[in-house]
């Protein structure tokens, strides 16, 4: 019931940036955390960022200070804005959605980025 689109991945090299994006469809309930996680070939899919419907947001300690999430309530977006990226970075990422009163999440395609050295 809902869909999720992300857009904006790549190819940089090491220090450049990049800007992803998410726009979300169907029964979007405004109560919802969104979030960006990643995931390399042969390994587990890991939290990269999350932003509350209240804008309480969370990052993994490996992307501090170099990444930034937000979203946009009128368009139903949520971006994840890269600085000084990495090739360990190098991951395809996936948004998700989530609602603080159902077990039920929701993951789009994902989109691949990949860091050059």
């Known amino acids: 019931q809902v869909r999720l689109v992300e857009s904006g991945g790549g190819l940089v090299q090491a220090g450049g940036s990049l800007r992803l994006s998410c726009a979300a469809s169907g029964l979007i309930y405004s109560s919802n955390t969104l979030g960006w996680y990643r995931q390399a070939p042969g390994k587990q899919r890991d939290l990269v960022a999350t932003v509350s419907s209240g804008g309480t947001t969370s990052y993994a300690d490996s992307v501090k200070g170099r990444f930034t999430i937000s979203r946009d309530n009128a368009k139903n977006t949520v971006s994840l804005q890269m600085h000084s990226l990495k090739p360990e970075d190098t991951a395809v990422y996936y948004c998700?959605?989530?609602?603080?009163?159902?077990?039920?999440?929701?993951w789009g395609q994902g989109t691949q980025v990949t860091v050059s050295s």
């Open positions: 998700r959605y989530t609602l603080p009163w159902s077990s039920r999440e929701y």
